[in-house]
């Protein structure tokens, strides 16, 4: 930290570090509730930027980088008034939305504020800003990293509230014995007594109190910051964008699977094409009613079907759409609403969307190729007729559709136009810079190198030339499997699209034109990757998601362990927990190591902290004053390390003696002569401002710390 109080720290040393301490703390209090908005994914760039930058400048010049230039009040509220008059531009034509609008809005008045204030009721509105912003970040964020900021702003509220309260304090007249200019240590310790008593008080409630306000809290919230997608219209390039995060979307937990399933995950299919999208036309939907938690998807025929069949639990987080994500044929699903409706294009959703995140359980029946075929009545002529329906299509794509044609069965000639596209073409990321007149043509005959979108819109369309009813379908490939938590992660960039045919006497048969390596769905995770995913996963259930059900399996669990608790067994009692609850302990396991490390990291922060800023802050000082630039509060400074110098040796500076007076005192004694001429130098650079004499006060300091001059009690023997 600086030597001297930059404007609008106390010029006295008596509060200076008090008010070091409280602008520290205010800074963190801030820069806590801003990260906790950032981290929540909804904050844009520029305003990241911005607001970052502000908070870099201000703690530049709390540790002495540069002198601090406030900003005047007169531009602070010119900048507030304009911004509040451009508010309503924002939140009309840029943000369109009230919420981002308000955020944007607490963001610049906080930099605003913190780079201008200086009076208490400056203070006062920066603290209010704060809290606004952790407030904005509890409506948009629900994941771990809230938790993180939310405990670091309740350390520095709670600092920068006691502060506060003994700035008033200080700032009232009084008489001051001595300085203190060392890092408030007992501030420190009370402000971490206070934060583990609200931690653990917080805990208590925790368990006792549902989240009963999410709902409302989500209510609040657009939809529009979900990932949009499988809704019943995709562009071509939406997947694509949809593939340049990495934010998981959907978690799956197979029953008795402990490994990697390659399976896709079917949302929904689209029908029509007019060249730039394909969507579904209004149509007459199947209502499915759900009788007491259960729906059967898949008629009578088709469960008493033998072959392999998977149960699991699926968990949808962030996607905005009412669309149900299923394996191969689902049969069965149990899920907590009234009734699903079915698609003509068999898709299931709920109908009028579900808040996120949404859960169920479904069992799947997984064909097999090798098996009989089982009889699949004959499709309408109608749907076939849908099915067949093309845009104005580019004459060289007709030509290479029927090129490719050589006859045979339908599936053999489908999968002659599957691995044309898989061999032929590379699949990129890349966004296309500007738009085309036809992309599909663009695609095929020019880029030659899309999207998973652009190789399913393409093998459709020369389906549909060879007189093959075709559509694409959307949803996810396999994800990631995470061993920890056994849970499979489905990710935005694990969204895909792909292709199904009819192929008569077999019904519809998927097809997946996109090449290999064309989504990063199998890649093995990094260890950080699955940590942070398990310690997210826990936050979500037993956080964001605990209600009453988890709250009386909690209180199931304890009674049953404190009536069995004679003849108790560790090993017996944990193989009869459910599955549910392995998972949990799998989970807790998966957050101790974390939860270790940051208390440790905490822990080290709050012991070396305090003593490497004093360190930093007192060779930043020496530097300058032998540069020739000490100044009278430099005097103050060293004059208090003489003082804690001469406790050591057992002599304590009573407050009622001057400094003259107290080297008077100490007896004759090598010491006691540079304890003299140290006490003259102090009056010189604090009264005379003669910057030479700092120099020399550290020269005698170290001849202090050298001196084997003997103590009191010594002397008194």
């Excluded at 800003?129 to 350390?155: C, D, G, K, Q, Y």
């Excluded at 008493?304 to 044929?329: C, M, N, P, T, W």
């Excluded at 479904?362 to 002529?381: D, I, K, Q």
């Excluded at 969204?495 to 093995?524: L, M, R």
Aim: proline share 6%; glycine share 6%; net charge positive.
């Amino acid at each position: 930290m600086g030597a001297t109080p930059e404007p609008g720290l106390s010029a006295r040393p008596a509060v200076y570090a008090v008010e070091q301490f409280f602008q520290v703390s205010l800074l963190g209090l801030l820069s806590s509730g801003f990260l906790a908005l950032a981290f929540s994914g909804y904050l844009d760039t520029p305003t990241i930027a911005l607001t970052s930058l502000g908070l870099l400048v201000r703690a530049a010049a709390l540790v002495g980088k540069f002198p601090f230039l406030r900003l005047p009040a007169s531009i602070a509220n010119a900048l507030t008034l304009a911004y509040i008059g451009f508010y309503p531009l924002d939140y009309i034509y840029v943000s369109q939305d009230f919420i981002p609008a308000t955020v944007h809005l607490v963001c610049f008045l906080s930099v605003v504020r913190l780079l201008s204030a200086h009076t208490n009721r400056d203070f006062f509105f920066v603290k209010l800003l704060a809290f606004l912003e952790l407030v904005a970040a509890t409506l948009l964020s629900s994941n771990i990293s809230f938790f993180v900021f939310l405990t670091l702003f309740i350390v520095f509220g709670v600092a920068t509230f006691c502060c506060s309260e003994i700035r008033r304090s200080s700032q009232r007249p009084g008489r001051i014995a001595m300085a203190n200019l060392s890092f408030h240590s007992r501030l420190a310790a009370l402000t971490a007594m206070m934060t583990i008593a609200i931690v653990l008080m917080t805990g208590g409630l925790f368990v006792l109190l549902p989240r009963t306000a999410q709902a409302a809290f989500r209510s609040i919230v657009p939809d529009k910051y979900h990932v949009t997608g499988f809704s019943n219209e995709i562009s071509l390039g939406q997947i694509g964008r949809i593939q340049q995060s990495s934010t998981p979307l959907v978690h799956i937990r197979i029953d008795n699977v402990n490994r990697h399933l390659p399976l896709k995950w079917r949302g929904g299919a689209l029908t029509q094409f007019d060249g730039r999208r394909w969507y579904n036309p209004p149509a007459l939907n199947q209502t499915i009613r759900v009788k007491d938690g259960m729906a059967f998807l898949a008629d009578d025929d088709q469960r008493r079907r033998k072959g392999q069949r998977i149960g699991y639990h699926v968990r949808i987080d962030s996607i905005e759409a009412d669309a149900l994500f299923f394996a191969e044929i689902p049969e069965v699903i149990n899920i907590g609403l009234p009734l699903l409706v079915r698609t003509p294009q068999d898709s299931f959703r709920t109908g009028f969307g579900f808040g996120s995140p949404a859960q169920y359980y479904a069992n799947s029946f997984l064909p097999e190729t090798s098996a009989s075929p089982f009889p699949v009545p004959s499709l309408p002529r109608a749907v076939v007729t849908e099915h067949l329906l093309l845009p104005p299509v580019d004459r060289r794509t007709i030509d290479l559709a029927r090129s490719l044609d050589k006859g045979g069965s339908t599936t053999d000639r489908a999968l002659v136009l599957e691995r044309y596209l898989r061999t032929n073409f590379s699949y990129t990321t890349d966004l296309l810079k500007e738009e085309v007149a036809d992309p599909l043509a663009h695609f095929l005959f020019e880029r030659t190198a899309g999207h998973c979108e652009y190789f399913a819109s393409a093998m459709a369309v020369m389906l549909r030339v060879v007189h093959i009813p075709s559509r694409v379908v959307t949803g996810f490939q396999s994800g990631a499997y995470n061993p920890i938590t056994g849970w499979h992660v489905l990710r935005a960039s694990d969204a895909h699209s792909w292709v199904e045919a009819w192929v008569p006497g077999q019904g519809w048969v998927t097809f997946d034109p996109t090449p290999p390596g064309g989504s990063p769905s199998g890649k093995p995770w990094s260890t950080r990757a699955m940590y942070l995913d398990t310690a997210e996963m826990f936050w979500q259930r037993w956080v964001v998601d605990y209600d009453l059900e988890h709250q009386l399996f909690l209180a199931s669990r304890f009674e049953r362990s404190a009536r069995g608790w004679k003849g108790f067994s560790t090993d017996r009692w944990l193989k009869q927990l459910t599955p549910k609850w392995n998972e949990t302990l799998a989970a807790a396991k998966s957050v101790v190591p974390l939860v270790g490390i940051a208390l440790l990291i905490g822990a080290a922060a709050f012991l070396l902290l305090p003593g490497l800023i004093h360190l930093l802050r007192h060779r930043h000082h020496a530097r300058r004053i032998r540069q020739g630039g000490a100044g009278a509060s430099d005097a103050a400074m060293l004059y208090g390390q003489m003082l804690v110098l001469l406790r050591k040796r057992g002599y304590e500076k009573p407050a009622w003696l001057t400094p003259a007076e107290f080297a008077q005192v100490i007896p004759d004694s090598p010491l006691s002569a540079l304890v003299g001429e140290f006490t003259g130098l102090y009056h010189d650079l604090r009264y005379g401002h003669r910057p030479t004499a700092g120099e020399r006060m550290l020269s005698l300091l170290e001849q202090m710390k050298s001196s084997n001059a003997a103590s009191p009690a010594e002397l008194r023997h």
